[in-house]
């Protein structure tokens, strides 16, 4: 009897403790862009025939099936996005934050971080959005305090309730946001690992043991920011687009456990939604965390009343985007991993199109970022609405002027952030240059030409680029006080359109301008 009595006792101090273990299923999304109508396999817009044959992925729509279907089979689930909803597509030109509002607030968000394309049209577009939307909005490595549209609004971190247990959420954005948008003067970004640190420790001292961080600060930030601090149990990745999983073109494993915290990323534009199942035990320690993204594919039925509200959004845009403009022989290659790496396709053309537009006015030098490449174009009739996808950001050209050494400073920054695919990788036209990554940033390049020359750097060269880069975007500061500027030019997208309709069927080509040693 007493055995039996002990195990008994044993079985009801385990049924205890199992009882004390809370399940959470994440659900997350990141770098959305605007992409609330289906997109292509090159992240592209997707014609409703190309729908309707199965061969396009994400939208809102399927967006809000899979999130249901995810909550139905799930008892205690929360959503997250991990920033730059903002940005990419004529609905964002049109509506701001207003559509991105709405949709959020439909699909059920429970927060988001502050990704740099929120600060694109400065802090009063991003104020408004967050006054539409029905959840908390967070930044922490930051200070606001000076800017009138953000002070008493934007949060470091906040604590929601679910299922009877406190859960802790911290934004992080960009500590570079300042040189990636249009922040304004008045906000400060600061360190990421300082800054999400101070706020565990002030969440733990409340009693709250389980972390949340939801970040737009990069796959390599977020590994930073998971060994350097502590306290921190699950990382929602973005602003690099990763993917994680066991798929074809993941980066690294799904989730990422570095030091204890589960770092998760789901691509981007809404072509995947990530799902964590996490058991967490009494104290807030994770003692089982697994999942993937979802794809988004036509396995997913899309939602008829969210198609027929985006149908309705759409119709202001049509006359813009279903406009054929001209014709290209192949696809056009806009990836990220190209654009950002090499000399890639559309880049080429890009600055290409920039330096034919603005040679007879003593132009030498045409210098793109590739983080403005933001999609790539199938082979066929070009509509205004995809190259609008390609170059949404309504830049401007600019014109000016920089010593030979100036521009081999653009070029090192362009180079200096390599590794981690920063979007200051420079395409050009009207010249070549050598590149080494393995080198120290600073130090990375070599055989600049110019016009077949050895480039000068005493001498005076004509460049054009486009606005933000003129103005320091992406790290050209060294542009900021370039002589006879001149940044009022014609629409980017406009420029590439038409360059494109004069040359079709355009055939995309690279030439080895830029060269990898």
């Known amino acids: ?132 939307v029905e959840f908390p909005v967070l930044m922490s490595n930051a200070d606001v305090s000076m800017e009138p549209a953000l002070a008493d609004k934007l949060m470091k971190s906040t604590v929601i309730e679910r299922n009877g247990e406190k859960l802790g ?119 089982s965390a697994s999942g993937a993204p979802i794809i988004m594919d036509a396995a997913v039925t899309e939602d008829a009343p969210t198609v027929e509200r985006i149908a309705e959004a759409a119709k202001p845009l049509e006359e813009i985007r279903s406009k054929v403009v001209a014709e290209t022989a192949e696809a056009i290659d806009g990836d990220r991993s190209s654009c950002r790496a090499m000399e890639c396709q559309m880049g080429t053309l890009i600055a290409d199109a920039m330096l034919d537009r603005v040679k007879d006015q003593g132009i030498q030098i045409a210098i793109q970022n590739g983080g403005g490449v933001r999609a790539s174009i199938d082979a066929g009739e070009v509509t205004m609405g995809e190259v609008l996808t390609v170059l949404p950001f309504q830049n401007t050209l600019s014109t000016f002027q920089v010593t030979g050494q100036t521009m081999i400073d653009a070029l090192e920054n362009g180079v200096s952030e390599i590794e981690e695919g920063g979007g200051r990788f420079p395409q050009i036209a009207g010249m070549s240059f050598v590149f080494d990554a393995s080198a120290e940033p600073g130090s990375r390049v070599s055989d600049v030409m110019v016009g077949g020359e050895p480039i000068d750097p005493a001498a005076t060269y004509g460049v054009v680029s486009n606005n933000y880069v003129r103005n320091g975007g992406d790290g050209y500061k060294m542009f900021r006080d370039a002589e006879n500027a001149y940044d009022f030019g014609p629409d980017l997208a406009d420029v590439t359109a038409e360059y494109i309709a004069a040359n079709a069927p355009y055939t995309p080509y690279t030439d080895g301008r830029i060269s990898a040693k």
């Open 1 to 132: 009897m007493i055995r039996l009595f002990s195990t008994c006792a044993a079985l009801a101090i385990t049924a205890s403790a199992a009882s004390a273990d809370y399940a959470l299923t994440i659900l997350h999304t990141n770098d959305f862009h605007a992409r609330f109508e289906p997109i292509s396999k090159y992240d592209s817009g997707c014609s409703a025939e190309d729908n309707a044959a199965g061969e396009c992925f994400g939208g809102s729509a399927r967006l809000v099936t899979a999130v249901e279907e995810a909550r139905a089979r799930n008892e205690n689930t929360v959503l997250f996005d991990g920033g730059d909803q903002f940005q990419g597509t004529l609905f964002y030109t049109y509506y701001k934050g207003k559509l991105a509002a709405e949709m959020m607030n439909k699909l059920g968000y429970d927060g988001m971080t502050v990704g740099n394309h929120e600060f694109d049209d400065g802090p009063e577009v991003l104020a408004g959005f967050m006054d539409a």
């Open 169 to 287: 959420l911290i934004g992080l954005t960009p500590q570079n946001t300042d040189e990636l948008a249009s922040p304004g003067d008045k906000v400060i970004f600061t360190d990421p690992v300082d800054a999400v640190q101070g706020e565990v420790d002030k969440l733990t001292a409340e009693g709250v043991n389980k972390i949340i961080v939801l970040s737009h600060s990069g796959y390599a930030v977020d590994q930073r920011v998971a060994s350097e601090t502590t306290g921190v149990d699950v990382i929602v990745g973005g602003h690099t687009n990763t993917l994680l999983g066991d798929m074809d073109g993941a980066e690294g494993p799904y989730p990422t456990v570095v030091n204890g915290t589960q770092i998760l990323s789901a691509y981007a534009y809404g072509k995947f939604l990530g799902e964590l199942n996490v058991v967490f035990d009494d104290e807030g320690n994770i003692i």
